[in-house]
């Protein structure tokens, strides 16, 4: 078994719920082009005010994948 190498991206993923959609919103979408998609991390928490409220949440996060080739899991 060899050690992965990874590739990271920055992504950011927004919400009208919560932070955590923001989230899930960013992975999920980078799931239907990104194969072998194994973390992430938060690097910023920021969002929108509305009317004196929360207008949208925006989460940006930098996930890994491994390179093809690799089969260590991660």
């Given at each position: 078994?060899?050690?992965?190498?990874?590739?990271?991206?920055?992504?950011?993923?927004?919400?009208?719920?919560?932070?955590?959609?923001?989230?899930?919103?960013?992975?999920?979408?980078?799931?239907?082009?990104?194969?072998?998609?194994?973390?992430?991390?938060?690097?910023?928490?920021?969002?929108?005010?509305?009317?004196?409220?929360?207008?949208?949440?925006?989460?940006?996060?930098?996930?890994g994948f491994t390179l093809e080739?690799?089969?260590?899991?991660?």
């Open positions: 078994m060899t050690d992965p190498t990874y590739k990271i991206v920055e992504l950011v993923g927004t919400s009208e719920k919560s932070i955590s959609d923001a989230i899930d919103n960013a992975i999920k979408k980078a799931a239907q082009s990104i194969r072998h998609l194994g973390w992430f991390e938060v690097g910023q928490v920021r969002g929108s005010i509305a009317d004196g409220k929360v207008g949208r949440y925006q989460v940006t996060i930098k996930a080739g690799d089969t260590g899991a991660g």
